[in-house]
């Protein structure tokens, strides 16, 4: 959180309430939120939609918060900083969505192959799993 302001001060820009209540709760949400979610989670007294929309595009561009595509209509968001990075498990029929924190995370072959045929290097990931829920599945035998 200190880093956070640290950033935006770095920037130039004033941290104000409503930015640091929007990392705040990305940090504590373990799955990403949409811009619905966030402006639900604020305490009084709620800014207003727009400025919600406003300060997560500002903190997005800042690379302090990171966008989600969950193949879904709505964008996403998280806190990019976050030390445990988790997966992320989507139903595709409910839309319902779990974080997923791996044992083990070990793609360097995969970051390899970046670096040797896109001579990108890799310093993070985001990895989304898609399928059917523990309830859709059941919902679909007893059909
Ligand atoms: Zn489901
Ligand atoms: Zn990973």
């Given at each position: ?86 997966h ?38 985001s990895l989304e ?15």
């Amino acid at each position: 959180m200190r880093k956070h302001s640290e950033t935006l001060r770095r920037v130039g820009q004033t941290a104000t309430r409503g930015r640091k209540e929007i990392l705040r709760i990305l940090e504590e949400a373990p799955i990403p939120l949409s811009p619905r979610d966030i402006h639900d989670r604020f305490p009084e007294p709620k800014p207003d939609a727009a400025t919600v929309y406003r300060n997560l595009s500002l903190l997005l561009s800042l690379g302090l918060v990171r966008s989600v595509a969950l193949h879904e209509r709505s964008r996403r968001y998280e806190a990019a900083s976050a030390g445990v990075h988790r997966h992320r498990v989507v139903c595709r029929d409910c839309g319902r969505i779990e974080a997923f924190q791996a044992a083990t995370c070990d793609l360097s072959k995969i970051e390899e192959e970046i670096r040797r045929r896109l001579g990108f290097k890799v310093a993070d990931h985001s990895l989304e799993f898609f399928g059917s829920c523990p309830d859709c599945q059941a919902k679909e035998q007893t059909e």
